[in-house]
T-cell receptor, first 110, second 116 residues
Framework: GEDVEQSLFLSVREGDSSVINCTYTDSSSTYLYWYKQEPGAGLQLLTYIFSNMDMKQDQRLTVLLNKKDKHLSLRIADTQTGDSAIYFC??????????FGKGTTLSVSS | DTAVSQTPKYLVTQMGNDKSIKCEQN?????MYWYKQDSKKFLKIMFSYNNKELIINETVPNRFSPKSPDKAHLNLHINSLELGDSAVYFC???????????????FGNGTRLTVT
């Protein structure tokens, strides 16, 4: 199976919360990341969480990590049309390249 | 000022041709990468260079050859192009290998390669 798995699509209405889920297989990952890709652009780091944390909040973003189940989620509160993009979960071990999931396309309708 | 710049932005070519994609970063980063994003948006590491030395070389056909003349540049040359090479190729850089949280990846805007 894939190293990092995500659902491919999510559709929400403006103002609602979005929750994007990710599962991974490598329990030795030090950090887990969420990257965002807007159309025609490269990826940008959105947020990250250290593997010994359960939760991290950054303004409208909340990252939850269940290390036992190897499950990571990104919650976007009060989703805006500008949040429409592809969201990638990623992880790495020390010194190796980032491994990305297949990305979740978030579509926000007004 | 563009931090990671790739040229060309679009590349359309025929099967069997040889082409190059250039990448430059002005961030002073030591590590540069090439990623391939296929039509389903799946992003996969191809190569990683740290200070001009090859660090990661994933299972990529020998037709792909990266070259790093200095730590600010990482070019990708592709020989004998095939239909399956059609994808978006992203160059990226980071301060350190592995792009830890305090040294995230900075991506270029991608080169869309179409092989006909």
């Amino acid at each position: 199976g894939e190293d990092v798995e995500q659902s491919l699509f999510l559709s929400v209405r403006e103002g609602d919360s979005s929750v994007i889920n990710c599962t991974y297989t490598d329990s030795s990952s030090t950090y887990l990341y969420w990257y965002k890709q807007e159309p025609g652009a490269g990826l940008q780091l959105l947020t990250y969480i250290f593997s010994n944390m359960d939760m991290k909040q950054d303004q409208r973003l909340t990252v939850l990590l269940n290390k036992k189940d190897k499950h990571l989620s990104l919650r976007i509160a009060d989703t805006q049309t500008g949040d429409s993009a592809i969201y990638f979960c990623a992880h790495n071990q020390a010194g190796t390249a980032l491994i990305f999931g297949k990305g979740t396309t978030l579509s926000v309708s007004s | 000022d563009t931090a990671v710049s790739q040229t060309p932005k679009y590349l359309v070519t025929q099967m069997g041709n040889d082409k190059s994609i250039k990448c430059e970063q002005n961030l002073g980063h030591d590590t540069m990468y090439w990623y391939k994003q296929d039509s389903k948006k799946f992003l996969k590491i191809m190569f990683s260079y740290n200070n001009k030395e090859l660090i990661i070389n994933e299972t990529v056909p020998n037709r792909f050859s990266p070259k790093s003349p200095d730590k600010a540049h990482l070019n990708l040359h592709i020989n004998s192009l095939e239909l399956g090479d059609s994808a978006v190729y992203f160059c990226a850089s980071s301060i350190e290998q592995g792009a830890p949280y305090n040294s995230p990846l900075h991506f270029g805007n991608g080169t869309r390669l179409t092989v006909t």
